[in-house]
């Protein structure tokens, strides 16, 4: 028993020696639990992001502003009636100006109300046929117009009582062989102290939006796919450059490995003995990395445009913009990595831990548009998200090129900076 002991005490000790496998062990599980929990926290009992729409309400009557009311009133909906400031002079969304916000990605879903609403927002019987409202729908996230129709049934209940109640009344008045006069005018009455505001009326507000279905529900919903009708395989470019990307990290943080190998071998130091200075070996290194992820990326989108009808061939400029721009950023990062690290076992531990960090921050093995805002901003501090970015500008919302110069600025300046890092420690070896 005592042997027993002493093998399993040497193997904790050596446990706690071997950073690498500690990490590997106990901090990357708890990491990704802790980021993982925070993206699904509560979500059985509160929203975990607001669902940014903007409204268009072309009625402008009494029963469209009620409604529009209570969908601003939601906590599960971020609702804007003009672009900008709320509260600052300027005009209100048109339908085209709303539709471009989806286009471009500023909202998720944009609702139009359109004119005559007011008279027929609310149909009981299979004869009427209520004005239905227009959803324009950015599908990259399909759970938004589901949510959003969900909530809109909502709101309608508990919004507009008075319009359920009339075309209630109206179905009747057809069914039961037609109200008498005094009955109508009681009616009216009553439906006219329901629509008299009051100070202290509230709209009903819960926490927890309700799941549509799609169907129209009270109120008749057409929606319509902005960006995605026009697609044959939508969700592939996300997962190409999600993994992608992800992959091109591990590729180039292992490559970069081979400096530590030099360094322990001592072939960096016969290297350094001719010529070749420690930056021209760091450039000559990050164009190799650099061409090897550009070929892994070209690989891994052609294989999706053969195989599941990823539109590939009508983006290559854009493609090749931000495949070079991906690929040195991540090269320059395996190289940083490298030269921080002072063995290869510790390079897999850091490497590991950072990668996979910003792989589910930045969206690359979760929809960044499914987690919370606070998540969102927190996912702009890694590279992943800024190159998922640019690729879903190029071949989901088909920006033109100059488009995605936000993100192609980001991640050459986080790869020069990345490189400058690099180029610092490794004046150890110099030294050495």
Known sequence: MSLILAVAKNRLLNLRRDRAAFVLAFVLPVAFFTIF??????????????????????????????????????????????????N????????????????????????????????????????????????????????????????????????????????????????????????????????????????????????????????????????KDVLGQTKKNPTVTFYAAGLGVMFLLFSATGAGGALIEEAESGTLDRILATRVSMTRLLLGKLLYLAGVGVAQLTLMFVWGAVFFGLELWTHVPGFLVMTLATALVSSAFGLMLASVCRSRMQLVAVANLSILLMSALGGSLFPRFLMSEKLQKIGLVTLNAWALDGFQKIFWRGEPLWAIWPQVAVLLGLGLAFFLVARRIAERWEAA
Do not use: C, H
Request: aromatic share 2%; charged share 25%; proline share 8%.
């Open 88 to 223: 600052a002079p300027g005009p209100s969304y048109t339908e085209a100006t709303a539709e471009e916000a989806v286009r471009k990605g500023d909202v998720s879903i944009a609702l139009v109300i359109p004119k005559g609403f007011g008279e027929r927002p609310i149909a009981f019987g299979p004869g009427e046929t209520p004005v239905s409202l227009r959803m324009l729908a950015d599908t990259a996230d399909p759970v938004a117009p589901q949510v959003v129709n969900g909530i809109l049934q909502k709101v309608a209940m508990t919004s507009l009582p008075a319009a359920m109640a009339r075309s209630g009344l109206a179905e009747v008045d057809r069914w039961s062989g037609g109200l008498t006069a005094e009955q109508k005018a009681r009616m009216e009455a009553a439906l006219a102290e329901i629509d008299r505001p009051r100070s202290s009326d509230a709209v009903p507000s819960d926490s927890t939006p309700a799941r549509g279905s799609g169907r129209s529900g009270l109120v008749a919903v057409e929606t």
């Open 37 to 86: 929990a925070a993206i699904f926290a509560g979500s059985g009992r509160a929203p975990t992001r607001r669902i940014p729409v903007v409204v268009v309400d072309e009625d402008g009557s009494d029963v469209s502003r009620r409604l529009v009311a209570g969908l601003r009133a939601e906590a599960g909906l971020s609702v804007g009636l003009k672009p900008g400031d709320e």
